[in-house]
């Protein structure tokens, strides 16, 4: 028998470190060569780390959340015939660059010793319903045991689990079902449900963390809220799908509004622009690139329309549907990603009639998308029924007047407004 050590290889060009988001294997599980031990993210990709031998793991050398350098030990097996490092001999560890969570309170072990399994327990211990561990003892267990358990109505603290250091598995639980384990019930049929999942924050959703606490605190917002009239946008957009239906992407509100961004940009290039606020620098970008915030399976992502002002309404929207589709798919590449220079916010339907959009740092405006609804507005003779947009917008007000921000969404607004005026011009 020989031990095989694993390091964090290289997982992308000028990558230096990579956080460890999901462990796909527990310390004491046999892996065959090729199966995936543990998932890493670097920016907003994150890659699969596969096991170039079979064996069985016996040493992990990171938690979830922490930072490391590529080079750092990530994993060791115990294999058949000669492994790569001295049998029971400690791996030269690099630390983690950044601790960022910790996901579980349970110490790993020693580099230096083998992980010592506590024995297993028999199906029957596990399951007798008795409380094994003390008022306020948290159980050990992986975050699908822990759904599956609280979805039943089963309090973990009565499972004894078989896994390292008491850890709570599947087959604990189906054994807790099996010898007659309750559940407690109030009036009714009812379950209470004494769960408390920890969801360690991490991988997409600590990057979208860090960019928020980032602009919350840097950026003093000012947020512009105006109602639109966009019944003849509306109708505009209707009759264009309707004349390219089958032969051009669909349009929806987003591409009017990107050029009708871009042509307020053209009187107040000062909008388009990002802010050093550490060198004290705006950058005034001639270019317009649009990032259009979209909610994907991973998180919050903004794909990047570049140059908006080199496209027409239809290249916009095939744009627009192209990388969204990236975005949601995991394909969109890190340059597709990043580099905008204005930022566009948009919960369709869901958009309720006001939001306070947050800037997307480093830049210094963001223009909110409100869901549409029909109004019966005052026309000086009587109530009509319009189709109705709220637009609310923030901007940095170190570098943005009020009056400023007024302007620029009152430019808008006409044009949104009165559309063929988008298309002079």
Same mark, same amino acid.
């Given at each position: 028998?020989?031990?095989?050590?694993?390091?964090?290889?290289?997982?992308?060009?000028?990558?230096?470190?990579?956080?460890?988001?999901?462990?796909?294997?527990?310390?004491?599980?046999? %892996?065959?060569?090729?199966?995936?031990?543990?998932?890493?993210?670097?920016?907003?990709?994150?890659?699969?780390?596969?096991?170039?031998?079979?064996?069985?793991?016996?040493?992990?050398?990171?938690?979830?959340?922490?930072?490391?350098?590529?080079?750092?030990?990530?994993?060791?097996?115990?294999?058949?015939?000669?492994?790569?490092?001295?049998?029971?001999?400690?791996?030269?560890?690099?630390?983690?660059?950044?601790?960022?969570?910790?996901?579980?309170?349970?110490?790993?072990?020693?580099?230096?010793?083998?992980?010592?399994?506590?024995?297993?327990?028999?199906?029957?211990?596990?399951?007798?319903?008795?409380?094994?561990?003390?008022?306020?003892?948290?159980?050990?267990?992986?975050?699908?045991?822990?759904?599956?358990?609280?979805?039943?109505?089963?309090?973990?603290r009565r499972v004894i689990g078989s896994g390292p250091a008491g850890r709570i598995?599947?087959?604990?639980?189906?054994?807790?079902?099996?010898?007659?384990?309750?559940?407690?019930?109030?009036?009714?049929?009812? %379950?209470?449900?004494?769960?408390?999942?920890?969801?360690?924050?991490?991988?997409?959703?600590?990057?979208?963390?860090?960019?928020?606490?980032?602009?919350?605190?840097?950026?003093?917002?000012?947020?512009? %809220?105006?109602?639109?009239?966009?019944?003849?946008?509306?109708?505009?957009?209707?009759?264009?799908?309707?004349?390219?239906?089958?032969?051009? %992407?669909?349009?929806?509100?987003?591409?009017?509004?990107?050029?009708?961004?871009?042509?307020?940009?053209?009187?107040?290039?000062?909008?388009?622009?990002?802010?050093?606020?550490?060198?004290?620098?705006?950058?005034?970008?001639?270019?317009?690139?649009?990032?259009?915030?979209?909610?994907?399976?991973?998180?919050?992502?903004?794909?990047?329309?570049?140059?908006?002002?080199?496209?027409?309404?239809?290249?916009?929207?095939?744009?627009?549907?192209?990388?969204?589709?990236?975005?949601?798919?995991?394909?969109?590449?890190?340059?597709?990603?990043?580099?905008?220079?204005?930022?566009?916010?948009?919960?369709?339907?869901?958009?309720?009639?006001?939001?306070?959009?947050?800037?997307?740092?480093?830049?210094?405006?963001?223009?909110?998308?409100?869901?549409?609804?029909?109004?019966?507005?005052?026309?000086?003779?009587?109530?009509?029924?319009?189709?109705?947009?709220?637009?609310?917008?923030?901007?940095?007000?170190?570098?943005?007047?009020?009056?400023?921000?007024?302007?620029?969404?009152?430019?808008?607004?006409?044009?949104?407004?009165?559309?063929?005026?988008?298309?002079?011009?």
């Amino acid at each position: 028998m020989g031990e095989h050590l694993i390091k964090l290889p290289d997982v992308g060009e000028g990558v230096a470190e990579a956080e460890l988001v999901e462990w796909m294997v527990d310390i004491g599980a046999n %892996v065959r060569e090729d199966e995936v031990l543990a998932a890493v993210m670097t920016d907003k990709a994150t890659v699969e780390i596969p096991s170039p031998v079979e064996g069985k793991i016996i040493w992990q050398g990171a938690k979830i959340g922490d930072v490391m350098a590529v080079g750092s030990p990530l994993i060791r097996l115990e294999i058949d015939g000669e492994g790569n490092v001295k049998a029971g001999a400690a791996p030269v560890e690099a630390p983690p660059i950044e601790k960022k969570v910790s996901p579980t309170r349970v110490a790993k072990p020693a580099p230096d010793k083998k992980v010592e399994t506590a024995p297993a327990k028999s199906k029957a211990s596990s399951s007798n319903g008795a409380g094994p561990r003390a008022e306020g003892e948290k159980p050990l267990a992986p975050p699908a045991v822990r759904k599956r358990a609280a979805e039943a109505g089963v309090d973990l603290r009565r499972v004894i689990g078989s896994g390292p250091a008491g850890r709570i598995t599947h087959e604990d639980l189906d054994s807790f079902f099996e010898n007659g384990g309750s559940v407690a019930r109030g009036g009714g049929g009812l %379950v209470r449900n004494t769960s408390i999942a920890d969801i360690p924050v991490v991988g997409m959703r600590r990057k979208i963390a860090e960019k928020m606490t980032i602009a919350n605190s840097h950026i003093p917002h000012i947020t512009y %809220v105006e109602e639109i009239d966009v019944t003849l946008l509306e109708d505009l957009r209707k009759q264009m799908n309707e004349a390219h239906k089958g032969d051009r %992407v669909k349009l929806t509100i987003l591409p009017f509004l990107m050029r009708a961004m871009v042509k307020a940009i053209s009187d107040q290039p000062n909008l388009n622009a990002i802010f050093d606020d550490e060198a004290g620098v705006v950058y005034q970008h001639g270019g317009c690139h649009i990032g259009v915030a979209a909610q994907t399976p991973n998180g919050l992502m903004v794909p990047v329309v570049r140059h908006a002002e080199a496209r027409d309404i239809w290249a916009c929207a095939e744009e627009l549907a192209r990388l969204s589709e990236a975005a949601k798919t995991g394909a969109a590449k890190r340059d597709e990603l990043s580099g905008s220079t204005i930022t566009i916010t948009s919960l369709g339907a869901m958009g309720g009639i006001v939001t306070t959009p947050v800037i997307n740092h480093p830049e210094v405006a963001i223009i909110g998308v409100n869901k549409m609804q029909v109004l019966p507005k005052w026309d000086g003779q009587e109530f009509q029924p319009r189709k109705m947009m709220n637009l609310s917008s923030s901007f940095d007000h170190r570098v943005v007047d009020g009056w400023d921000a007024a302007v620029f969404i009152q430019r808008i607004k006409t044009l949104l407004e009165n559309p063929a005026m988008i298309f002079i011009d």
